[in-house]
């Protein structure tokens, strides 16, 4: 299965990042991650892109190539996905509330609500 995962700098893109190479090494998926700019981030992209790399140094058994998206984060999320065939969008995000409702951020509410491609939501 070829994934893309789209990865901001927030906590929660972080720990989709663990769990999306934990799985790509058990599955043998194709990983691409892609960091876009998160206003909502304390972290610039090139951080981001240099901690994912390190990441997926550090894990060994996955090589997923590492792309920098520009324009609204998701937007390109959306259209990278679609344009280059992938079969899934693995996105961090959704703590649930006091109410038991899901709440998300703004990239992954764009991303679930524009994409013709399957969304994973990581929580």
């Given at each position: ?25 058990e ?14 981030s304390?972290?610039?992209a ?30 390109a ?27 998300m ?13 399957n ?5």
């Amino acid at each position: 299965m070829k994934k893309l995962l789209g990865i901001g700098g927030s906590d929660d893109s972080l720990k989709a990042l663990e769990h999306t190479l934990s799985r790509a090494a058990e599955t043998g998926d194709e990983l691409v991650v892609a960091v876009v700019e998160n206003p909502d981030s304390a972290h610039d992209a090139d951080e981001v892109a240099e901690h994912v790399r390190q990441k997926v140094e550090e894990h060994g058994e996955v090589d997923a190539e590492v792309v920098r998206l520009e324009g609204h984060p998701g937007s390109a999320l959306v259209e990278y996905a679609e344009s280059e065939g992938f079969d899934e969008i693995v996105l961090g995000g959704g703590e649930t509330s006091a109410m038991g409702k899901i709440q998300m951020g703004h990239i992954a509410e764009f991303v679930l609500l524009n994409s013709h491609v399957n969304v994973k939501l990581v929580r």
